[in-house]
């Protein structure tokens, strides 16, 4: 739409110039020359002469100038009182001396005088050569020249052919109603009919206007049909105007432009130059490659030395351009341009409701290829010359809700990928390629959006308060035919400040990925060729799975694996009812292919987890989705037992149970609190156990025990329905029901120690079962009661009661040793 607005400027100023130059500056000038010394003629010959003159010649000099010089071959005084002139000719010569002059020319076959009545009429055809302002240097005045036609050589001359020409003195009018001819400088024009006021200085075409010539080599043509020129106004009017200019294009192949309007006017400098040009009642301007622009009203100002300035159309201003490449539209209330100096297109200003769209197919794939689209109150263009007297889109913004839509499709067609734009105001940025624009950079300010959408229906939509996005350089081999208001591509990288929301909706929805449906923080950085998003400052994300916290959060857009920095905090929804499970961390790795999260605490804060009443603490959390399985390690070889864990017990399902197995009493038990040291342990989701290596630790209400290695078993409440969903929500939050530990049994109650290879501890009764092997067998030791061994070894921490089992598998009975020591009194 911009080259189009230049080619407007270019045949508006074409037609203007040649109406104002042929009709304003010369066919009225040359009756205006008519009337002045035909009417005078009777006068200067005697109005009482009754003969035959031959071969007469008057001049009339005022100080010293010559002012005009008549001739003819013949003047004839009838009885009647009525003069006829035979061959006149008639030369006027302008004021000034030297370059300042100039000299006319009006000449005939017969003339007729009636002085009586006031009436000139040619019998014949007349002839006006009036000469155009002459270049520095040239002199033209009558005292340097010895012949007429010595007066006008090297000189170019407006030729103008008429007949029937009469002039009525007491009207002071002039007309025709024949056809009238006129050439200049190559150009040729015609009308038919005309009349002209002397004392309004109105001059009138009839119908028929036409001029045609070369202009700068390009054919062009203009037609009216009717003309006005008001030379006390200093206005030319034209009804159904119409200018045609035929270019040259490239196979020799002519290319039409067409500027029309119901009715077009100029408004002339009183040197004769043309200071505005106003089209009224419709304007339609076709361009060389068949777009058409069309407006209710036109508006153009023009230099002195005819060049324009500005041009402003408005009225439902629409562009329309349609080829099997390429089809675009335009619409706006109102457009206003400027030129420069060299009358280049400048810039050019938008103004209501303004749409532009373009589509461009991919060579032979009328299916595929790219569109473009930009809504807006105003958008304003900046244009830059390419210094073969175009110019091309350099600047451009937007302001007023402003959209800007950019869709590639792929080689078949089936798929599209779409950007979209959106913010209160939007300014391009351009580089010239060629002959053309291509789209750089946009910047938004205010509200801004930055709309992501892939041909399988995935999106991604990023708000913030200001953004900044660079396009990439389109693909050559998609289309022949480049965009003409800036040649898009694909967002290759795009800066987000200041309140940042990201929307994300993938189709279909992955699991175990942050690629969520909402992220909100400061900044945000989008990488195209990467496809890797940063997020910095006060980060939130939020998805099916939980909420997210980090300072920085970096994404992988392409894999779905993410990186987070710095105050992290997630928490986990676990199943549709279940308690969220929370997360606290350094930082952390999401690996979507195996569905994994790991978090990481710093060197003085593990990273810590916890579910209601239990937590676990170590230096890294490793959370492996699709398994089931939560891994809490150390991050360095080394024997500390860096992996914490705190558990509640399920609770007695029957608090009136004893040691009755025992043959013991037992009172009622409360839920206990388990603490589990470990150098490493794995949860296990779908065997609902948790496993601790490396040198463990238990403590509990009953005692502390020591051992290297232990499994810890949570209660299933109900069979699951659905175990890869449900079996999440049962994560620490189901309660322990017992804890096996193998390997150096070292048991700590309070008066008691005991020892072994393996024990069971079933937290919710507070019942520890002690076993051995052959060469060491359990044992408890008490500092009243003595020592107890055996093959199984019962007990609790609330009585003093052991159960001693020798029986084996097969019934052997084993031999119980029991050593008691009795404490001395004083």
């Known amino acids: 739409m911009v080259v189009s607005i230049d080619k407007l400027r270019k045949g508006l100023l074409a037609g203007a110039g040649l109406l104002v130059l042929v009709i304003a500056g010369f066919l009225a000038y040359a009756h205006h020359r008519a009337h002045r010394f035909l009417t005078e003629l009777p006068r200067k010959l005697g109005a009482d002469i009754r003969q035959e003159t031959n071969s007469f010649t008057w001049s009339q000099t005022i100080e010293g100038r010559t002012v005009f010089t008549v001739h003819a071959a013949k003047a004839i005084q009838h009885k009647d009182g009525k003069y006829t002139m035979h061959d006149v000719e008639i030369t006027v010569y302008g004021r000034g001396e030297g370059a300042g002059s100039r000299v006319d020319r009006i000449y005939g076959k017969e003339f007729e005088l009636d002085q009586a009545a006031g009436v000139v009429r040619a019998m014949g055809e007349v002839h006006l050569d009036l000469q155009a302002p002459p270049k520095p240097g040239n002199s033209t005045s009558p005292e340097s020249a010895s012949s007429h036609n010595e007066d006008l050589k090297g000189t170019q001359l407006i030729h103008v052919k008429t007949s029937g020409l009469v002039y009525l003195q007491k009207l002071g009018v002039a007309a025709t109603d024949q056809e009238i001819e006129f050439e200049y400088n190559g150009m040729t024009g015609h009308a038919t009919g005309a009349d002209y006021n002397t004392d309004s200085g109105v001059l009138l075409l009839h119908s028929a206007v036409k ?13 009216a049909d009717r003309a006005d020129l008001n030379r006390e106004s200093h206005k030319v009017v034209l009804t159904q105007a119409r200018f045609v200019t035929v270019d040259a294009e490239k196979g020799g192949e002519a290319a039409r432009q067409t500027v029309e309007t119901r009715q077009a006017t100029a408004f002339l400098r009183d040197d004769g130059s043309a200071d505005h040009l106003i089209g009224e009642g419709g ?23 005819n060049k324009p300035e500005s041009l402003r159309l408005f009225g439902n201003v629409h562009y329309d351009a349609d080829t099997p490449e390429r089809h675009a539209t335009g619409d706006a209330s109102e457009m206003k341009s400027s030129f420069n100096a060299q009358g280049n297109l400048s810039k050019a200003v938008f103004v209501g409701s303004v749409h532009l769209s373009e589509h461009i197919a991919s060579t032979g794939k009328p299916r595929s290829g790219s569109e473009r689209e930009l809504v807006a109150d105003t958008v304003d263009m900046t244009m830059a010359s390419n210094g073969q007297g175009g110019a091309w889109l350099q600047h451009a913004i937007a302001t007023g809700d402003a959209c800007l839509r950019v869709a590639n499709s792929d080689k ?36 801004t959006l930055l709309e992501q959408k892939d041909s399988d229906g995935s999106m991604q939509t990023s708000s913030a308060d200001t953004l900044n996005a660079v396009f990439g350089r389109p693909n050559p081999a998609s289309s022949q035919v480049q965009p003409s208001f800036g040649g898009l591509d694909q967002v290759e990288s795009a800066l987000l400040q200041g309140h940042v929301t990201i929307r994300r ?36 994300l939020q998805n099916s799975e939980g909420t997210f916290w980090a300072n920085r959060l970096e994404m992988d857009q392409r894999s779905g694996d993410a990186t987070a920095e710095g105050s992290v905090k997630a928490n986990y929804q676990q199943g549709k009812s279940g308690e969220p499970l929370h997360v606290l961390a350094q930082r952390a790795d999401w690996k979507k292919a195996t569905d994994t999260a790991i978090f990481y605490g710093s060197p003085s804060k593990p990273a810590r987890l916890w579910q209601k009443e239990s937590q676990i603490e170590a230096p890294v959390l490793q959370f492996e989705q699709l398994k089931q399985r939560l891994t809490a390690r150390a991050d360095r070889p080394g024997p500390a037992m860096a992996v914490r864990t705190v558990l509640v017990s399920a609770g007695d399902a029957n608090p ?88 150096g049994i070292e048991i700590e109650q309070q008066g008691r120690r005991a020892t072994g290879d393996r024990l069971v501890y079933t937290a919710p009764d507070g019942i520890f ?8 067998p359990p044992r408890v030791m008490d500092a009243i009661r003595g020592t107890v061994t055996g093959r199984e070894l019962r007990f609790r921490e609330q009585d003093a009661s052991i159960v001693i089992s020798n029986g084996d598998a097969n019934g052997t009975i084993q031999r119980v040793r029991t050593e008691t020591r009795v404490k001395k009194e004083r």
């Open 412 to 447: 078949e067609g089936d798929g599209i990928r779409t950007n979209t734009i959106r913010g209160s105001v939007l300014t391009a940025h351009f580089v010239r390629e060629g002959d053309r624009s291509r789209l750089a950079e946009v910047h938004g300010d205010g509200s």
């Open 656 to 743: 009136h149970k004893s040691v009755a197995l025992a043959g013991a009493a037992s009172a009622p038990r409360r839920v206990t609190v388990v603490r589990i040291g470990s150098r490493e342990m794995v949860y296990s989701g779908e065997t609902q156990t948790a496993q601790f290596e490396g040198g463990v630790k238990v403590e509990s209400a009953d005692g502390v025990m020591h051992g290297e290695q232990a499994t810890a078993y949570f209660r299933r409440e109900k069979a699951l329905q659905n175990p890869a969903s449900e079996a999440g929500s049962q994560f620490l939050n189901s309660g322990v029901e017992k804890v096996v530990i193998i390997g």
């Open 211 to 223: 001029i045609s010539g070369l202009d700068h080599g390009r054919p062009i043509l203009l037609t």
């Open 769 to 776: 079962v002690l076993t051995g092997t052959e060469a060491q």
């Open 505 to 540: 909706m993938l189709k279909p929805a992955p699991k175990g990925s942050l690629e969520g449906d909402r992220a909100t923080a400061q900044k945000a950085t989008y990488e195209g060729r990467s496809q890797r998003i940063l997020l910095v400052g006060a980060v939130e």
């Open 283 to 305: 304007v339609a301007i076709t361009t060389s490659n068949g777009a058409k622009i069309t407006s209710q009203r036109g508006e153009m100002f023009l230099s002195r030395i």
